[in-house]
Structures are given as structure tokens and as C-alpha cells.
């Protein structure tokens, strides 16, 4: 049963910085991609990050590229998304999600797991 549990989430002024954790049960991760997601109120959810677990290899959102950065911890199992120089738009709920394989679509229906999301306020 793959488990995937977020914390660091928050209220945070613009301009302030934030790291998101994504704890993982339940697999062997080294095949998987794990992503980041996020939900704003009245919007679909969107592709925030990509990393894949054996690799290592990441890509980005147009719209976080030079601010968030992905990693994973093979020793503790996690997978860190670090968000600095925050903005109101990155206001949502960050969702973690794993995928066997290498999946290069940002489409969350090609993500087969998903955490229980955890709240990102950016204050201006």
C-alpha cells in the first residue's frame, strides 16, 4: 500500500520561502517519478515538479523555475520541494504524487498516487 503523506505547508509573506516534504510508504521508489502538484480554489490542479527517483533527473513549471527545487532523500524516503521567493500565485494546496516509471506528461491522470495535500498561503 504506497502511503504518501506532505508536511511544511503554511502562511508565509511574499517574498519568504517555504520546504514542502513528501513522506513515502509502501514501494521500493527507485523506479517511480514523484511529483508536485497544486490546487488553487476555482483552478485545476497543475504540474509544479518532477524528479525521478533512480536518476535523479528534474524539470519544472514555467511559472516556478528558479524559485522551487525538488529533491529526494534515499536514506529517509522523501521527497523536498523548496519554494523561495513566494509569491501570492503560488497560494494553493501542494499535492505529492508518484508514478512507476518515467513519466514526462505534467497531466495528473498519469500520476497513479497521491498524498492528502497540504496548504500554501502567500500573504502580499
Known amino acids: 500500500q504506497v502511503q504518501l503523506v506532505e508536511s511544511g505547508g503554511g502562511l508565509v509573506q511574499a517574498g519568504g520561502s517555504l520546504r514542502l516534504s513528501c513522506a513515502a510508504s509502501?514501494?521500493?521508489?527507485?523506479?517511480?517519478?514523484m511529483g508536485w502538484f497544486r490546487q488553487a480554489p476555482g483552478k485545476e490542479r497543475e504540474f509544479v515538479a518532477r524528479?525521478?527517483?533512480?536518476?535523479?533527473?528534474?524539470y519544472y513549471s514555467d511559472s516556478v523555475k528558479g524559485r522551487f527545487t525538488i529533491s529526494r532523500d534515499n536514506a529517509k524516503n522523501t521527497v523536498d520541494l523548496q519554494m523561495n521567493s513566494l509569491k501570492p500565485d503560488d497560494t494553493a494546496v501542494y499535492y505529492c504524487?508518484?508514478?512507476?516509471?518515467?513519466?514526462?506528461?505534467?497531466?495528473?491522470?498519469?500520476?497513479?498516487?497521491w498524498g492528502q495535500g497540504t496548504q500554501v498561503t502567500v500573504s502580499s
Open positions: 504524487a508518484a508514478a512507476l516509471g518515467q513519466i514526462i506528461s505534467p497531466l495528473p491522470r498519469r500520476y497513479d498516487y
Open positions: 524528479i525521478t527517483w533512480g536518476s535523479g533527473n528534474t
Open positions: 509502501g514501494r521500493t521508489f527507485s523506479s517511480y517519478t
